[in-house]
């Protein structure tokens, strides 16, 4: 299992959880943060990290698809990308993006 806690630039923290389930065959992270827990599965495809899941409010008991994208990038870095299934729209909305 690989734990990650973070810090953010507003000064938000959270943590995730990631680990590969054998029996799925899938790699699994559930993220944590204040009021907002991201549950996703997935793993590699077309050169990125790719996973799908839903992403929990828990101000307000709300729910919605997610999806979440970790590419390499040429200097190795890695850039990442998440996006929220927006239930009016229809369409996937950026949830945040990072390197």
Known sequence: MLTEHW????GGTGQS???YDV?????RQVWVSPGVIIDTVGGWED????MEGEISYQSNATRA???ARWTPQ???S?????HQLNAETDEWDTWFIGI
């Open 7 to 10: 810090l953010g630039s507003q």
């Open 17 to 19: 959880y990631n680990f």
């Open 78 to 82: 890695v850039l990442q990308e998440f």
């Open 74 to 76: 040429p200097d190795a």
């Open 47 to 50: 050169g990125a990290m790719r």
């Open 23 to 27: 029996t799925t065959k899938n790699w």
């Open 65 to 67: 698809p997610f999806r």
